[in-house]
């Protein structure tokens, strides 16, 4: 959990993914819609991918990714960050963590 943490630790916005991942696309490009500028981290080309996959996993993050931390926070999968966008709370959070200044 330690390698996931400081992966996270300063950064607005942070999304584990897997380059063929579809729903990991589709979580980027929404958080990038807003004008967020995510660090993603691709865990097929990351040298610790497995260990990183093996952390979020113990978070109950499964499958693994897309994995999205806002403000430092662990906001879920693909399923968590597209019922924010429907109830209007994303925004207000990626404004909170100064990941967007709308």
Known sequence: M??????????PVVIFSRTSCCMSH??????SSYGA???????????????????LQKLGQVPSVPA????QKYVGGAKEVISLQVQGR?????????AIWV
Do not use: C, R, W
């Not at 999205?68 to 403000?71: A, E, L, N, P």
């Open 2 to 11: 330690e390698v996931v943490q400081h992966l996270v630790e300063g950064k």
């Open 26 to 31: 589709s979580m980027k490009q929404l958080i």
């Open 37 to 55: 500028n995510a660090t993603v981290y691709e865990l097929d080309e990351t040298p610790q991918g497995h260990e990183i996959d093996t952390a």
């Open 68 to 71: 999205v931390f806002i403000g």
């Open 90 to 98: 994303l925004v207000p959070i990626l404004m909170e963590a100064k």
